[in-house]
C-alpha cells in the first residue's frame, strides 16, 4: 500500500536534547512538508521541500532542521535551540507544488 | 500573508441533523480552499475542495460554498452520522502548498 508512515507515534526528550522524527512515503512524491499543530491552532509550516537536496524554511523554522538525501525521507531534527517543542508533527507530501496534501500519522513530542 | 478563522470551535449535532463550520479569509489571491478531517490520532485527510472559479461543490453529505465578494467559505455535512465526528480544518492557498493556511480547527461531535 502508498503512503506516508511517520516514526514514532511518541517521543519523550529531555530539555536540551536534540531529536529526530522520521518521515518516509513510497507515493512518489516530489514535494514533502513537516507541520506543527498545537491545541487550538491550526496546521503550521516549519519546513518544505520540493525537490531532493532542496528544501526551505517555512514560517516557524527556528529551533528545527531538516535534511532531503533522498526522494521518499524528509526528517526533521527538533534541536535544543527550540524553546516549546512539545506539540504534535505532522508529515505532508504532494506530487507537485500544489494538490492533495497527503498526511502521515503523526509523531506526538513530548519534553521532559 | 493570508489569515484563515474558522468557527465555531466546537459544534455537538444529533445524528441526523446538519452540522456547518464557517471559515474566513483575509488575501483576495487566495484561490484554492481544501477541508480536511482528522480523527483522533490520525493525520488529517481532505475531503473536499473548492477553487475560486466555482461557487458550490458537492459530494453526497458533504458540500462546500464559497462567497469569494466576501471571503468565506463554509463547509456542509447533511444526515450526520458518528463517525462524522473529528476535527474539521479549513485552508487557504494561492494555488501553492508552500503558502497553505490553515484555520484552527472545528471539533464536530455527533450524538447518537
Known amino acids: 500500500d502508498g503512503g506516508i508512515t511517520q516514526s514514532p507515534k511518541y517521543l519523550f526528550r529531555k530539555e536540551g536534547q536534540n531529536v529526530t522524527l522520521s518521515c518516509e512515503q513510497n507515493?512518489?512524491?516530489?514535494?514533502m512538508y513537516w507541520y506543527r499543530q498545537d491545541p487550538g491552532q491550526g496546521l503550521r509550516l516549519i519546513y518544505y521541500?520540493?525537490?531532493?537536496?532542496?528544501?526551505q524554511k517555512g514560517d516557524i523554522a527556528e529551533g528545527y532542521s531538516v535534511s532531503r538525501e533522498k526522494k521518499e525521507s524528509f526528517p526533521l531534527t527538533v534541536t535544543s535551540a527550540q524553546k516549546n517543542p512539545t506539540a504534535f508533527y505532522l508529515c505532508?507530501?504532494?506530487?507537485?507544488?500544489?494538490?492533495?496534501?497527503?498526511f502521515g500519522p503523526g509523531t506526538r513530542l513530548t519534553v521532559l | 500573508g493570508e489569515n484563515v478563522e474558522q468557527h465555531p470551535s466546537t459544534l455537538s449535532v444529533q445524528e441526523g441533523d446538519s452540522a456547518v463550520i464557517k471559515c474566513t479569509y483575509s488575501?483576495?489571491?487566495?484561490?484554492?480552499f481544501p477541508w480536511y478531517k482528522q480523527e483522533l490520532g490520525k493525520g488529517p485527510q481532505l475531503i473536499i475542495d473548492?477553487?475560486?472559479?466555482?461557487g458550490e461543490k458537492k459530494d453526497q453529505r458533504i458540500a462546500v460554498t464559497l462567497n469569494k465578494t466576501a471571503k468565506h467559505f463554509s463547509l456542509h455535512i447533511t444526515e450526520t452520522q458518528p463517525e462524522d465526528s473529528a476535527v474539521y480544518f479549513c485552508?487557504?492557498?494561492?494555488?501553492?502548498?508552500?503558502?497553505?493556511?490553515f484555520g484552527a480547527g472545528t471539533r464536530l461531535t455527533v450524538k447518537p
Open positions: 473548492i477553487r475560486s472559479n466555482v
Open positions: 521541500s520540493q525537490i531532493v537536496n532542496d528544501f
Open positions: 507515493l512518489n512524491h516530489d514535494a
Open positions: 505532508a507530501s504532494t506530487s507537485g507544488s500544489w494538490g492533495e496534501q497527503f
Open positions: 485552508a487557504a492557498s494561492m494555488g501553492n502548498n508552500n503558502d497553505m493556511r
Open positions: 488575501d483576495s489571491a487566495s484561490n484554492y
